[in-house]
């Protein structure tokens, strides 16, 4: 079965700091890859996403992902973190045969001033 | 452009009570999701419409759970009778193509 894994369930960055958001996924060919993020009081929303074509996708607020392959894995990275990027972040996948989001279990990010 | 709305943003109930959910997409989003988390948990699919139709239901835990979909449009999801262990927040998303989908702000179920 297809499963999303995000190993840190917490991390805490100074502002300004540089961040990487670890995921990995499994399946047999590649899914398309989400980022979304929960702001406190807030609904999900989509950072970025990967269907194909350039592994190094780019996205809102600053935000980047990288696909490889090779480690089925989709980091989200962001060179420098401010204070209202604390939040929860997701990852998450849709395979080929199905429209359902498969989410990980959330990195919760929290920034220091 | 108004995004995916949920009614209400909170609810508690007893146990035994029902509770029901609502969903309005944005316009012109076919496709409607509803999504559960449980605290502590992963956010986890319950079902997936493509207009008024159920595409995929295989998500919703149990037959206390009642989804529909009237013309197409807005959606409900009701648990009658409600338990202790459905307690989440229920997201619910909307989109055009498999792009991305569009999430409310969910609402919050408290059973006791």
């Known amino acids: 079965a297809q499963s999303v894994t995000q190993p840190d369930i917490h991390i805490t960055v100074s502002e300004g700091a540089s961040l990487e958001l670890r995921c990995n996924y499994s399946y047999g060919a590649t899914p398309y890859l989400f980022w979304y993020v929960q702001s406190p009081g807030q609904g999900l929303q989509l950072l970025l996403k990967?269907?194909?074509?350039?592994?190094l996708v780019q996205g809102i607020k600053g935000f980047e992902a990288e696909f490889k392959r090779s480690q089925s894995s989709f980091n989200l990275r962001k060179p420098s973190v401010h204070w209202s990027d604390a939040a929860e972040y997701f990852c998450a996948v849709v395979t080929y045969n199905t429209d359902k989001l498969i989410f990980g279990t959330g990195t919760r990010l929290q920034v220091f001033p | 452009e108004a995004g995916v709305t949920q009614f209400p943003s909170h609810s508690v109930i007893e146990k035994g009570q029902t509770v029901t959910l609502r969903c309005d997409p944005i316009?012109?989003?076919?496709?409607l999701y509803w999504y559960r988390r449980v605290m502590g948990k992963e956010i986890k699919f319950l079902l997936h419409?493509?207009?008024?139709?159920?595409?995929?239901e295989s998500g919703m835990p149990n037959n206390r759970f009642l989804a529909e979909r009237t013309g197409g449009t807005y959606s409900t999801l009701k648990v009658q009778p409600a338990e202790l262990e459905d307690s989440g927040v229920y997201f619910c998303?909307?989109?055009?193509?498999?792009?991305?989908?569009?999430f409310g702000q969910g609402t919050r179920l408290t059973v006791v």
């Open positions: 316009s012109g989003h076919d496709n």
């Open positions: 998303a909307s989109s055009f193509s498999r792009g991305g989908a569009f």
């Open positions: 419409f493509v207009k008024e139709s159920k595409q995929d």
């Open positions: 990967y269907f194909s074509g350039d592994t």
